[in-house]
């Protein structure tokens, strides 16, 4: 049992696969920076997709569904969704599995991980991350910031690690 866990934005996908024991397999953050359009990012997922190890379950990070202030616009929601929509759409395509969706604080829950109040979010799971799991890597500017991708891999290894979690539970009841 292999699970793929996704992070998709229009710059950045987080890639995690775990197995059934809850070891991480791979751990990527595909940059899509240099591409401009939303067909030509969609051909380099593509490719990096095919590219993957079969998988037995595919979840995927929810795109923001509201407004939040300062930090989103309406045309930058509709622009995740679409791409959302057309990589989930590339994964069924590929791995002949549709995609199951988890938003980002229900993955954290079903991972374990609890943010406490007032704590950057994308922070605290990198550094829960970096402490707990042993193959889990970054690096690092020359100012010592995370490179760009790492706050998309650990996001994608949460969402994966709360797929297995799901996929266990169910299990369960068979």
């Known amino acids: 049992m292999r699970i793929l866990g996704l992070d998709i934005s229009t710059s ?5 696969i775990v197995n059934d024991n809850g070891d991480m397999e791979l751990c990527q953050a595909w940059d899509l920076r240099p591409y401009k359009d939303l067909y030509s990012k969609a051909d380099v997922v593509k490719n990096n997709l095919q ?3 079969s998988v037995d379950e595919i979840w995927i990070e929810k795109p923001l569904e509201r407004l939040i202030q300062g ?9 995740l969704a679409k ?7 590339l994964c069924k395509d590929i791995f002949k599995i549709e995609p199951e969706f988890i938003a980002a604080p229900s993955a954290r829950k079903k ?10 979010t994308k922070e605290f799971v990198l550094k829960y991350l970096l402490d707990n799991e ?3 890597k970054i690096e690092y500017t020359r100012h010592g910031n995370p490179k760009h991708g790492s706050y998309d891999k ?14 266990k539970e169910k299990s369960s009841k068979s």
């Open 134 to 136: 042993l193959n889990f």
């Open 111 to 120: 991972a374990n991980i609890s943010v406490p109040r007032g704590e950057n």
């Open 12 to 16: 950045t996908i987080g890639v995690s």
């Open 71 to 79: 930090r989103s616009s309406i045309k930058t929601i509709l622009l």
């Open 154 to 167: 650990a996001d994608s290894l949460v969402v994966a690690r709360a797929g297995l979690s799901l996929w």
């Open 51 to 53: 590219q993957l190890i």
């Open 83 to 89: 791409f959302n929509a057309i990589v989930s759409y």
